[in-house]
């Protein structure tokens, strides 16, 4: 891979201590991050940005996480990018493969199994 590419990723979570702690940990791995705490017009969102990568919160304003991701999934042009679902919700799994993510992460989660889910995620992508 050249070092000129950098990886993006878009967090959308309405809980600001997540977006931050997130951010910070991505950051610090060379990620450029974009975070949202909304998911209005999120396809303009996710195609102004084209990350590699999605975490999409359960329950983000203002449509939630479940109709968000299922808007991506059925865009020609974002369909492709693989989506993390997080949730504190104990049907977490269910909701994730309703909304059509690749993959999910129970919150609360550490940071190291943040790094693993999204790595796991990108070399299957």
């Known amino acids: 891979m050249d070092n000129n590419y950098v990886k993006k990723i878009v967090i959308f979570d309405d809980d600001e201590d997540i977006l931050s702690i997130c951010a910070y940990i991505l950051e610090e791995q060379g990620w450029e991050v974009h975070t949202f705490t909304d998911?209005?017009?999120?396809?303009?969102?996710?195609?102004?940005?084209?990350?590699?990568?999605?975490?999409?919160?359960?329950?983000?304003?203002?449509?939630?996480?479940?109709?968000?991701?299922?808007?991506?999934?059925?865009?020609?042009?974002?369909?492709?990018?693989?989506?993390?679902?997080?949730?504190?919700?104990?049907?977490?799994q269910l909701l994730a493969d309703h909304a059509g993510a690749e993959t999910y992460l129970a919150k609360p989660f550490d940071l190291d199994e943040l790094e693993r889910t999204i790595n796991e995620v990108l070399q299957k992508a």
């Open 39 to 92: 998911c209005n017009n999120i396809a303009e969102k996710v195609s102004t940005v084209m990350p590699s990568v999605i975490l999409m919160d359960n329950w983000i304003p203002d449509t939630g996480g479940i109709v968000a991701t299922q808007i991506l999934k059925n865009s020609v042009e974002l369909k492709n990018i693989p989506v993390v679902y997080f949730s504190a919700n104990s049907d977490i």
